[in-house]
């Protein structure tokens, strides 16, 4: 064989490594579906499997097939979930109630905006030998995740107010388990829970939400009026978050994270307390708890948290388009109402769709076809009952092949 029929054929073989089929078979697709959803490979067996229900037309039912491999839950939900539960995004932190919560909703297929309202906790199921539910530490959660347990069928759903003795009309889903208010209710002035509630299942943070339309009759004392001794950029800057998050941030004026700053910086033994009715902040002389007065005298003249009555100042103006549930009041007292109106929204359904979709086929949407896919299955998710499981598989058949 000369050299130049050599090369030529080299260049065919190299030629056809390169090659993309246009679209995958049954076999191939199953395969993806099932890695994208779990990140390990099939059995033989779940895998032809599959590889039928594709053939028939199902490909659905080949993606619920690979979601009952114990890794969808182990892993795949464990790392959407974890990095809402910490200022940081970390993806490795341990397992905590919050994330627990989150998993257990979804293997249940319940209304997954039940994570920001309902009086719902998830453990170690019991037998497990594991070390009680404490209110004061997180040992429940790493002994559970470091045995090794299937977090499939080792996790029971119980109403929170039953394992933490909150009052159950102050619960609101994770925002008010102990992972939940480690992070975000820890020091500070509650903002943070608003803030990274917002930003975690939203998807916005404060600067997309900026409007200084609103007015500025609920910014607290602690937010300076001429910051540098220049008004103009409380009016074109602090205003513009404040006006809209004081008054919803307003929910969580009973709660706050109890720990030892000394001895316990991080609050790694610290526990979520709040003010029942009845009970009083000695410094505040109400319910409120004494943080959410804290800097008054930045500006006297600011707004003094009364109670936990929160409302919506963004059902008017740009922040509208967020997609406000109009069978709601936009406005209530405490985390639970607040939860459901966040929860309610058009944009909380888009944002779990945006991740999942983004988790599932490895990649940010690209293009009009990615964004209107987004939208079909933000409409399936929304009027099928918020079941995650749905989006889950929805999002593997679409990119599924790729």
Avoid at 252 to 270: H, S, V
Avoid at 307 to 320: A, I, L, Q, S, V
């Amino acid at each position: 064989m000369n050299k130049s029929s050599f090369a030529a054929r080299l260049l065919l073989a190299a030629s056809a490594c390169l090659t993309v089929p246009a679209l995958a078979g049954p076999e191939e697709q199953a395969a993806q579906i099932h890695s994208r959803l779990t990140g390990v490979k099939p059995e033989v067996s779940v895998l032809t499997a599959m590889a039928e229900d594709i053939d028939s037309g199902n490909p659905e039912a080949a993606a619920y097939r690979a979601m009952e491999n114990d890794a969808f839950y182990n892993v795949t939900l464990k790392n959407l979930a974890t990095p809402w539960t910490n200022r940081d995004g970390d993806n490795f932190a341990p397992l905590n109630d919050y994330t627990a919560t989150v998993i257990g909703i979804v293997r249940d297929d319940e209304d997954f905006r039940e994570i920001l309202f309902e009086d719902v906790l998830y453990t170690g199921a019991s037998g497990l030998g594991l070390p009680a539910y404490s209110n004061s530490n997180n040992n429940h959660y790493v002994e559970l995740e470091n045995r090794g347990y299937p977090l499939q069928t080792a996790l029971e759903r119980k109403t929170q107010s039953a394992v933490t003795g909150l009052p159950s009309d102050a619960t609101a889903g994770i925002i008010t388990s102990r992972g939940a208010a480690k992070s975000f209710f820890y020091a500070g002035t509650n903002r943070a829970m608003f803030r990274f509630t917002l930003m975690n299942h939203l998807c916005r943070d404060m600067e997309q939400v900026h409007d200084t339309s609103r007015t500025p009759d609920r910014i607290r004392q602690d937010v300076s009026r001429s910051p540098g001794g220049d008004s103009r950029v409380f009016q074109n800057n602090c205003i513009g978050c404040h006006s809209g998050m004081d008054p919803m941030a307003q929910a969580f004026a009973y709660y706050d994270f109890i720990y030892d700053a000394d001895n316990d910086p991080t609050g790694e033994n610290g526990f979520l307390d709040y003010n029942s009715t009845g009970e009083t902040d000695p410094a505040t002389g109400t319910r409120v708890k004494a943080k959410n007065h804290i800097n008054s005298a930045t500006f006297p003249y600011g707004y003094v948290i009364p109670d936990d009555k929160w409302d919506n100042y963004w059902r008017e103006g740009p922040n509208m388009y967020l997609g406000w549930d109009d069978a709601l009041p936009g406005s209530g007292n405490g985390a639970k109402s607040l939860g459901r109106e966040l929860a309610s929204s058009r944009a909380f359904a888009q944002c779990q769709v945006t991740k999942v979709f983004e988790q599932v086929c490895l990649r940010a949407p690209e293009d009009s076809q990615d964004r209107n896919r987004i939208e079909s299955i933000t409409d399936d998710f929304t009027s099928g009952g918020y079941k995650l499981k749905q989006v889950y598989a929805d999002a593997a058949v679409y990119c599924a092949g790729e």
